[in-house]
């Protein structure tokens, strides 16, 4: 039989010195993606990934905690220094995500609301007969 143990090679990571953070700030979770200029995505972070349960994944505690993992992580894999910031949603994250990008020393060139906007919305029930 034929030798079935190969040697994996690990992946080099990607020198990303610019790129895009994306965050979803809702009532119930903080998710922080970084990605490349093209979005493709590096690393990432949650509250709820970070230990927090329950309603305290809302908090704008657990979005700061979950924005410094993410963000430890890109710079140290990838040299990531300069970012465009794209918020997504309503959450209390919101502020504190970025306020923690800049306490990493990630050097926030833009920031961008791209919480989506309810337009018509969905058709009512129809009129209740009696």
């Not at 020393?105 to 920031?111: L, R």
Request: aromatic content about 4%; proline content about 1%.
């Amino acid at each position: 039989m034929a030798d079935t143990t190969s040697v994996k090679k690990k992946k080099a990571k990607r020198s990303v010195s610019h790129g895009q953070v994306h965050v979803l700030a809702t009532f119930n979770n903080t998710i922080i993606t970084f990605t490349d200029d093209k979005g493709g995505a590096l690393t990432h972070a949650s509250a709820g990934g970070c230990g927090f349960r329950g309603s305290k994944k809302g908090t704008a505690y657990a979005a700061q905690v979950a924005a410094e993992k993410a963000g430890n992580a890109a710079k140290q894999q990838h040299g990531f220094s300069k970012a465009d910031v794209y918020i997504k949603g309503v959450g209390l994250g919101r502020d504190a995500a970025v306020r923690a990008l800049s306490s990493l020393d990630i050097q926030v060139e833009s920031i961008k609301d791209v919480t989506g906007v309810a337009h018509g919305g969905v058709r009512p029930k129809k009129a209740r007969r009696i």
